[in-house]
T-cell receptor, first 113, second 111 residues
């Protein structure tokens, strides 16, 4: 299994809603990431988890809250988002060493209305 | 801050043509990856290069890592419409490093 699975694929939410994005991998990777990607731009790093601990938070607003329940799962909890938060949210995982590259999920297309 | 410059930013060619995409930096990277991304999908890892001067081939795609590990190129021979997509290079450091992405090259191959 070389897949990173993200759900849902599409999400529309209001600015007062609470929702969660989910990510799962079964490759035994110990690093997992959340990226945000706007149209025609490269992915921007949001959070990095290594060995289930948050290791990097790229100054992301608190309305985004990551969670790593175990080594295979990564969640991103969303609350009180703004329309400018609409984007493609990508989850990725990698083996311990960054030199081996990262594997990305298909992404969740989020629209905030 | 490590930066990766990709060129060209956009490339529109006819089926059968050859092309080269460049990824350059003033920083040294432990590794460099190339990804292809189609609209609405996540990036797909094509290759990882780790050794200066390394050349890897993936069917019609040839990837090269510069001797000083600061730059890389992707060459596509006889491009096909299925090659259309956003090509991203990304540099990695050591350990549980994050990836530094270039801005991408949007390739359009017309039949």
């Amino acid at each position: 299994d070389t897949e990173v699975t993200q759900t849902p694929k599409h999400l529309v939410m209001g600015m007062t809603n609470k929702k969660s994005l989910k990510c799962e991998q079964h490759m035994g990777h110990r690093a997992m990431y959340w990226y945000k990607q706007k149209a025609k731009k490269p992915p921007e790093l949001m959070f990095v988890y290594s060995y289930e601990k948050l290791s990097i938070n790229e100054s992301v607003p608190s309305r985004f809250s990551p969670e790593c329940p175990n080594s295979s799962l990564l969640n991103l909890h969303l609350h009180a988002l703004q329309p400018e938060d609409s984007a493609l949210y990508l989850c990725a995982s990698s083996p311990g060493q960054g030199a081996k590259g990262a594997f990305f999920g298909q992404g969740t297309r989020l629209t905030v209305v | 801050t490590q930066l990766l410059e990709q060129s060209p930013q956009f490339l529109s060619i006819q089926e059968g043509e050859n092309l080269t995409v460049y990824c350059n930096s003033s920083s040294v990277f432990s590794s460099l990856q190339w990804y292809r991304q189609e609209p609405g999908e996540g990036p797909v890892l094509l290759v990882t290069v780790v050794t200066g001067g390394e050349v890897k081939k993936l069917k019609r795609l040839t990837f090269q890592f510069g001797d000083a590990r600061k730059d890389s190129s992707l060459h596509i021979t006889a491009a096909q419409p299925g090659d259309t997509g956003l090509y991203l290079c990304a540099g990695g450091g050591s350990g549980y490093s994050t990836l530094t992405f270039g801005k991408g090259t949007m390739l359009l191959v017309s039949p």
